[in-house]
């Protein structure tokens, strides 16, 4: 907010913390999305209260006065105080400085408290500001917004890391991704995207793993090839970070996020990515057919150094690790035309072709194992006809993850979930 | 697209229905929103198939020309067609008329296919539009969008229409409603709002009930009265049909919408409009604390004909039917400070003034025989602070349903879910 020096203001908002000196009382007031810093003497009234305390909900009457040591220049020399409501405890956590002083543990248990710092705030208007980049790009790239179901028959990433559910006395399933259903959509608006809550499963704990995340999904029709979809998550990843350094300028600052350029994102195979690896650190390839969280970071590492990049797309990953729909590549059938985005060293994007002939569908689903009439519905559109097509999906937490530098991404959700973690 | 006549172009698409007459093919190419009726003779040339077939993916060459008879007044008089992929077998469905000529349940069964439909393309693109317009316009009025979690500990709708599931041996729920967690947003951000899913097991089948389905939801704080909700509301819904007016004029002409119009939307309490309906539709008024679907339905057209709206605020519900967070009327306690939004005779939205004061919303939990501490984490926010605040629920889906006429809200989603249905 714009203030002038001696503006009569009335504002709102909670009493976030305050100090007494003497007579002078400094408190800041939690604001939509600013904190303003205030002062109140002797003179100023309080109605509705004997006394301020943090986390009372107030109205004020003030005069802005410019002062330079003041977040935005400006403090409020409050003469009227209404308190609309207090708390009926004292809050169990500072708020008031910089550095929290909780633990991750006791800060998940005390979310709904906790996320009142200054640090969640600024961390999730910046979640707020991915989703707002992802989808005003996208739309004028004439992709169309959709809502597919959460409540599935079948699993669309396979494997055990799905959720189970009885669905009125039949087995249904916690959608993994919004794969086939994106892809059912091309059909309809060549191009279509996706923001929305997935479901994971996974027993294993980790810093990056969450078993119920936001994924930012999009998929596009008529693709010459799958460096289209490259060419689109980078255009649209230029947009975004040009839009969280305009309009969320104030966030960027306090979480003292250094924002990455992009000019052209390197591409690189996956089997010489870990061969560049391999010989730059020394290291023995164990699994030539995945990449190991450490191998993420180091191709992270050599790309930031050699080609002063945050981010590095890589591609064709094997067909052995990659789903039924990959589509392989015809020069190298062990490999598919996919590729996942690393940034700053971890995957933040998963993302490639999909079979769209009926056929090569059908065949690679036996090849696995797999029985195409179990999939009947998802088949009917490469039966009745789909133009070639692809697509990814983009961790909405990761990316904020890694974009403001945490070591864990339970930092960017509101309220995560993980396997010992249901609430609050 | 605007072209000019003799334009030269280069376009790609499915081939969406086309006929024979003769020496010369017309066919409509299904472009992202749009169909262009295209025109072949015997000299137009292709490649990679023998003949031209419905869903086909094609990439043509052609000449623009003025046609006063083809949607948007220009035809392309294709001089060369490049079929990138042929379906493997014939469309179940015809796709060109302009009616649909499939039941209900057929539809369903084939939905992947039937949404290539010009009726549901518009749909959809009408319910994008909805969700644009209920999110710029907060956006612009100073809300942060959220994202809660959809795997829960507890239902905040209670009842039992909840969706059980084993979160790792633990009993897990399906989120009914974001409640709990923008109430806990309010005291980070005072106005939030999510655009996601909730999930209702409800048993009974109806034309307008869904056990999966997208909610608009807000949440503010520092509101005066319950009446600033349905003020946001009213301002919102203005927002969305001028968008909807603007910017998705092709979809409202193809569905035949009549745009309803806001001026003031009349708010009339609960036990008033009852009375109304009962008096001036001769009805008995059988249960006092709820209203049957037919007479919202009359409330609706009784507000219709002698206000000219096509809404109605009816507030102040029985507290017996509302919600534990919902608070009481302090000049009636038999009432709530809530209200629902009809349109065109369906309730639409829910919404409310809450309880932020810890000791009354524990009160009220007890009377409800509802014990606080099995709701520990929620009451934090009531524990250490609130402003007054409430907010509101809308339904997607059924917006979408009153908006177009339609008289099965299964014609608003993409791919329903209900008791019988959990594919495709």
Chains 1, 2 share one sequence.
């Not at 203001?9 to 600013?34: C, N, P, Y």
């Not at 996208?138 to 599935?152: M, N, Q, R, W, Y």
């Not at 009125?168 to 091309?186: C, E, H, I, N, T």
């Not at 689109?232 to 990843?237: D, G, I, S």
Request: charged fraction near 25%.
């Amino acid at each position: 907010m714009m203030y002038q020096d001696g503006q009569a203001v009335k504002l709102h908002g909670m009493v976030h913390s305050h100090r007494a000196l003497g007579e002078i009382t400094f408190f800041d007031l939690r604001q939509r999305t600013d904190l303003l810093q205030c002062v109140m003497n002797s003179d100023t009234r309080i109605n509705g209260a004997d006394q301020l305390r943090d986390e009372q909900a107030i109205r004020i009457e003030g005069l802005m006065q410019a002062e330079p040591r003041a977040r935005g220049g400006f403090e409020c020399h409050v003469m009227n105080i209404e308190v609309l409501s207090s708390p009926a405890e004292t809050r169990p956590v500072h708020l008031g400085k910089r550095i929290r002083n909780v633990g991750l543990d006791a800060d998940l248990s005390l979310r709904p408290i906790t996320l009142r710092h200054q640090f969640y705030r600024a961390m999730f208007r910046l979640q707020e500001g991915i989703c707002r980049g992802f989808r005003d790009y996208l739309a004028s790239a004439g992709f169309t917004e959709i809502h597919s179901p959460k409540i599935v028959a079948s699993g669309a990433e396979g494997g055990s890391n799905i959720f189970r559910l009885d669905y009125f006395g039949r087995k249904a399933y916690l959608a993994q991704s919004p794969q086939f259903y994106k892809q059912m959509m091309v059909g309809v608006y060549e191009r279509v995207f996706e923001i929305g809550p997935v479901f994971r499963a996974e027993k294993h704990s980790t810093i990056r793993h969450l078993n119920e995340y936001t994924s930012m999904d999009f998929e596009m029709g008529f693709i010459e090839t799958f460096a289209d979809i490259m060419d689109v998550e980078e255009a649209m990843l230029k947009h975004l970070l040009e839009l969280l350094g305009s309009e969320y300028k104030a966030e960027i600052e306090l979480l003292e996020v250094k924002l990455p350029s992009i000019d052209r994102i390197p591409r690189v195979r996956f089997d010489q990515a870990k061969q560049m690896v391999a010989e730059k650190y020394g290291r023995k390839i164990k699994n030539p057919f995945d990449l190991e969280p450490e191998e993420e970071r180091l191709i992270g590492e050599l790309f930031a150094q050699e080609h002063n990049s945050d981010f590095v797309f890589v591609t064709h990953y094997p067909s052995k690790k990659r789903p039924f729909y990959a589509m392989d590549d015809p020069k190298d059938t062990r490999y598919t035309l996919s590729f996942d985005l690393l940034f700053r060293g971890l995957e933040i994007t998963t993302g490639g072709q999909r079979l769209h002939d009926y056929q090569q569908q059908c065949d690679k689903m036996l090849a696995k194992g797999m029985d195409p009439t179990d999939f009947a519905d998802y088949l009917m559109i490469h039966k009745y006809g789909m133009p070639p097509h692809g697509g990814l999906g983009i961790g909405l937490e990761r990316l904020l993850m890694m974009l403001t530098g945490q070591n864990n991404v339970r930092y960017c959700a509101l309220f995560p979930r993980d396997q010992s973690r249901l609430e609050p």
